[in-house]
């Protein structure tokens, strides 16, 4: 049974869990594996289209998310400005460029 003092659990995700037997977020991350969206994980949990989206988004399993973390996981540290060189990738010509 999971603790629910850990983190805040609705009661719709109670009702899905004890249903389903797993934790809402390993259901939505089985789920968006399967290449499932919003809509068709609502109606896989029988839940409400806006609970569904909701859901992945707190989880950040939405499209969105998951673009940004690619985004990010592809992007060299001085273009995320984390390395601390302050090096503007962007500004820089491509290489074989004429400038």
């Known amino acids: 049974m999971p603790n629910y003092a850990e983190r805040r659990v609705t009661h719709q ?19 968006r594996a399967e290449g499932l969206n919003g809509v068709q ?7 409400p289209t806006g609970t569904a989206r909701r859901w992945l988004v707190r989880f950040g399993l939405d499209d969105a998310s998951l673009i940004r973390s690619a985004l990010r996981a592809a992007t060299p540290a001085c273009a995320q400005r984390t390395c601390g060189c ?14």
């Open 13 to 31: 995700m109670r009702v899905v869990e004890l249903r389903f037997g797993a934790s809402v977020p390993g259901l939505l991350r089985r789920l």
């Open 41 to 47: 994980v609502a109606r896989r949990l029988d839940i």
């Open 86 to 99: 302050r090096q503007v990738t962007a500004a820089m010509p491509a290489e074989g460029s004429s400038r």
